[in-house]
């Protein structure tokens, strides 16, 4: 069945150093894919997003990368800092149509140790 | 700045109580969502709307309702609350007709039900 998951549920970073968070997705129709984040207390906020017919797209400080083989994610913090303390999500959509529901991974916590 | 309101930060209720969670969204957005949150299992979909008196159910809806009578306001009802519905309550909205567009987030209502 459909589902978007990630390999690892907490992820412990040296400060400075690059993070890279991972996210398998099953379904192969999936055309749009999204990495939220969010910190304690808070609601998550979009960080980055990529359609299908893209395999890399790079913001400040994170890039995200598509594969489309394996059907993987994965999410990459350059230079890591302390407020990039949080939970990261991936997400998935299929389709264009405007009633197309995201599904939502479980999430992986980022802790960043100094 | 974009935002997403929800009217309670944390909410206690007794089981049986009809409950209210409101949301707000100042962004003249077509979609509107209601998720919840719960550890281990990510953001499940509970209902949406993609316009005025419209919703749709999501992959969750039992035990929940929800109303849309104007366009910035989203309401999710629990008609006689459960302690399995306590929870973390994420509203979101999002603009236009195509999926490709980002979900903005409230910062949640955390919903106790004794």
């Known amino acids: 069945g459909e589902s978007v998951g990630l390999h690892l549920p907490t992820l412990s970073v040296q400060e400075g150093d690059n993070s890279i968070i991972n996210c398998a997705y099953s379904n192969s129709a999936s055309d749009y894919f999204i990495w939220y984040k969010q910190e304690s207390g808070k609601g998550p906020q979009f960080i980055i997003d990529?359609?299908?017919?893209?395999d890399k797209r790079q913001g400040q400080r994170v890039t995200v990368l598509l594969n489309k083989t394996v059907k993987h994610l994965s999410l990459q913090i350059a230079a890591t800092q302390p407020g990039d303390s949080a939970v990261y999500f991936c997400a998935e959509n299929i389709g264009v149509n405007r009633d197309d529901k995201i599904i939502f991974g479980k999430g992986t916590r980022l802790h960043i140790l100094p | 700045d974009v935002k997403v309101t929800q009217s309670s930060r944390y909410l206690v209720k007794r089981t049986g109580e009809k409950v209210f969670l409101e949301c707000v969204q100042d962004?003249?957005?077509?979609?509107m969502f209601w998720y919840r949150q719960d550890p281990g299992l990510g953001l499940r979909l509970i209902y949406f709307s993609y316009d005025v008196k419209m919703k749709e159910k999501g992959d969750i809806p039992e035990g929940y309702s929800v109303s849309r009578e104007k366009k910035e306001r989203f309401s999710l009802i629990l008609e006689s609350a459960s302690t399995n519905q306590t929870s973390m309550y994420l509203c979101?909205?999002?603009?236009?007709?195509?999926?490709?567009?980002?979900?903005?987030f409230g910062p949640g209502t955390r919903l106790t039900v004794l």
């Open positions: 979101a909205s999002s603009r236009g007709t195509s999926a490709y567009n980002e979900q903005f």
């Open positions: 962004m003249d957005h077509e979609n």
């Open positions: 990529i359609r299908s017919n893209m």
